[in-house]
């Protein structure tokens, strides 16, 4: 582990350019970022995390000029991207030919999930390694994201060859994913970024997902707690950690003024504590659909389902 400096990032671009993956900060959770261009580095990611090879990548770009090297934007999805990036919006377009990104970063879909991050350790090493980046969160797949060094540590500890701390991260959430595809812009996954706001800005009618797995964040049981996760909970039950929201207290709080925006950011660093308490099991107080509120129960449906 390495504090986030101008070494560090130096030390980072060196082993990506060595087919290694490395922990990298994002404002929204810590990625575990290798070459999209590199078939084994990618690969490695993979291996690292345990992750399915159907569930696709995010590959991550400096901005749109290189977005669209990899990727064909319609003008609308060209549009969203000029007003969100860098930022916690994911787009998926068809990805274009020949472009070079490894199969397995896109699970052989004809798509591809873009995004420009906003955050400095992530843009510094984009720069550095003047190529893109596939990072998906960096932890075991299917458990709870990482928002700090701690929670990777959990998990990837010996897994790979350098971490990057950057503290907290700001968002605490995944980014929103949606797509521009077919004249029709569709949200695959919420997240920080309103989707009402992008099918707006966008011009387009909202479509409807096919179901299948198109883009990251889609499978049943995902952001997973070791253990069982009781949801809409006023009150304990014996032997659970209660984590509360607005006037609903307990042993912890997504925000004891029923702030969205602080529920989001501390919803991962909840579930890591309350999966590290003695406690059998964990409940969590009702939490708004409104606005991020619905990337926060996104996460805390899937979180509760059945693996």
Known sequence: MRPYGKAAIAEAARLIADGRPVVVPTETV??????ATNEEAV????EAKGRPAFNPLIVHVEGLAQAEEFGEFSDAARAAASLYWPGALTIVVPRRE???IAGLATAGL?????????????QDLLKACARPLAA??????????PTSVDHVLKTLEGRVPLVLDGGRTQQGIES??????????TLLRPGPV???????FSRLSPGTSSGRIEAPGQLQSHYAPSKPLRLEAEAPEPDEWMIGFGPIGGDDTLSSTGDLGEAAARLFHALHRAEGSRKRAIAVAPVPVTGVGAAINDRLKRAAAPR
């Not at 004809?110 to 992530?122: D, G, N, S, V």
């Not at 960096?138 to 458990?143: D, E, K, R, V």
């Not at 309103?194 to 707006?200: I, M």
């Open 30 to 35: 810590y990625g575990l970022a290798a070459d």
């Open 43 to 46: 690969a490695r990611i993979y």
């Open 98 to 100: 020949g472009a070079g």
């Open 110 to 122: 004809p798509t591809i999930a873009l995004r420009c991050p906003k955050h400095p350790a992530m």
């Open 136 to 145: 998906p969160s960096a932890n075991m797949s299917g458990g709870i994201s």
């Open 176 to 185: 929103t994913i949606v797509s521009f595809i077919g004249g029709t812009v």
């Open 194 to 200: 309103d989707f009402e706001e992008v099918a707006l």
